[in-house]
């Protein structure tokens, strides 16, 4: 499965949907990093998923106040995003910003593995997408294993199975599922329930 990160994402596939993305940190004493932000419109699509502690998020879509694992869609004119009143002073908020392109309203939340609760093999009916937000493990795509780490971005197209069979530590990460299509099944699919895997395209 290709791995990005930042940078790397410039020469994605053509078949991946993100263009950029990045984590923000915000502080509502102001000492540890910005009491705010703003996040500019740009030509893509663009969502924001609050992480840890909780935002004010002002746009023309109204005042909203955004806590741990909630997000929104970026509005063409953007957003503003503030931890004061929504944040306990002495924490800190972080927030993942995602751009790219997508269709309709994506399934995105948080997902953790432990040793003790691995991420069992499975595949989608669609192409799937994990932000690796903490922890160094190994994983596993039809068979082939490799490292991640903080800051990957792991592209797994429709029909690969797909897992953390043996988490080497406590992970967090984001999975990002695209809005599902005619026919299409939702969730985790299993050879033995569901039947064989169809892998959607050569990688």
Do not use: C
């Not at 746009?59 to 997000?71: A, C, N, P, V």
């Not at 005619?182 to 990688?203: C, I, N, V, Y």
């Amino acid at each position: 499965m290709p791995i990005y990160n930042r940078e790397t994402l410039k020469d994605r596939a053509d078949w991946v949907a993100f263009d950029d993305f990045e984590y923000l940190y915000l502080d509502p004493r102001g000492d540890a990093a910005p009491i705010d932000v703003f996040i500019e419109p740009n030509e893509s699509r663009q969502l924001v998923l609050i992480l840890g502690g909780g935002v004010i998020a002002r746009s023309e879509l109204g005042l909203i106040k955004l806590e741990r694992t909630g997000w929104v869609h970026v509005p063409p004119t953007g957003i503003h995003l503030d931890s004061t009143g929504a944040t306990a002073p002495g924490d800190q908020v972080q927030i993942l910003r995602i751009s790219g392109q997508w269709e309709g309203t994506p399934h995105v939340g948080v997902f953790w593995a432990w040793p003790e609760t691995p991420l069992e093999i499975h595949y989608h009916d669609f192409d799937e997408y994990w932000f690796i937000v903490n922890g160094h493990t190994e994983a596993e795509t039809d068979g082939n294993q490799y490292s991640l780490k903080p800051g990957d971005v792991i592209a797994t197209a429709r029909g690969y199975e797909h897992g953390m069979p043996n988490p080497g530590e406590a992970i967090t990460g984001v999975a990002f599922e695209p809005q599902l299509g005619a026919g299409q099944r939702k969730g985790h699919l299993h050879r033995d329930e569901h039947g064989a895997p169809t892998p959607s395209r050569a990688l």
